[in-house]
């Protein structure tokens, strides 16, 4: 059975007048609990991802989100749910509840079960956004204990988080093969569960760093659509190599960032009469760095006899 390595980045700073909340642990240096095999991890993730829409009416806005675990430092033994998508993906649901696109297995089925989760009180919002990146992160309370409940739910933790140190040890750049899940238009991957669309690309964007160059955005040679936004961009590869050694035995896995938008050309033709537009999509994602995650993570409100 091969290892899995991972490495956890420093918690995020403070900037002045930015408040955090409780910052990430050190990473347990030990293999995940998600699974040994490239297989074991993509079906991991793909569990861990799910779709989330308005809970009303309006059905049309759709997006990605994937749910992580934070083991509380008052009790190791307990843990939050924290889910992570595009803070424009919430800003754009109506209303002070959401729905989130749950599910549970029967055997060798699958259930879809949504659940309801509230994401305002009295119009205000209760998630954590960046202040500089599409990024937010919401504690949701409302789904069953423990994370493996039901086969839901496996334990993703939010060591799998790179930051830019991360990016630099393990070499990533141009041409790099990453996947990334996601919802396109909608639309689900099968009838049973509402999973999510696991899709492959490389990096196509350089440089990557340092973030204070490039905003923490890099590139990816894939199409998205509406949908996609929110869902997981990582690294799942056996035997990469990096700092002059090749690593056969090992499966390196990290969460690099999170897909934001397609990214398209305007087109601006002047007539007679009237001016049109047009945009083109390029096949290309953006999508933005797993640092800005931890931030958003860090800068989460603490939790009562948790953190």
Known sequence: ????????????????GVPLGSPLPPAPQIPLPIGNTIVQIHEAMMRSTLKIIPNGENTEEVGSAFILIR?????????KYILITANHVLDDFPGEEALLLYRSSLGDNWITKPIKIRIRRDGKK?????????VAALY????PTPPLAEGGLP??????????ALFRTIEM?????????????????GKQGDFPFLRSGRIASFPLG???STGGVFYIDIKVFGGNSGGPVYLNQLGRFYGGSIYMDRVTFVVLGMVTQDVTYKEVSEGMDDTHVRRHSLGIARAVHAQF???TIGRMPRSFGCF
């Open 1 to 16: 059975m091969f290892g899995l390595w991972f490495a956890l980045a420093q918690a995020p700073q403070a900037e002045a």
């Open 71 to 79: 083991p509380c430092t008052a009790n190791p033994r307990a843990y």
């Open 126 to 134: 209760l998630w954590t956004n960046h202040p500089t990146a599409d």
């Open 140 to 143: 949701i309370n409302e789904l």
């Open 155 to 164: 334990a993703v933790p939010v060591a799998i988080l790179a930051d830019e």
């Open 173 to 189: 750049g141009p041409g790099d093969e990453i996947f990334t899940l996601g919802y396109p238009l909608n639309i689900s991957s």
């Open 210 to 212: 340092p973030i204070s």
């Open 293 to 295: 995650i931890r931030e």
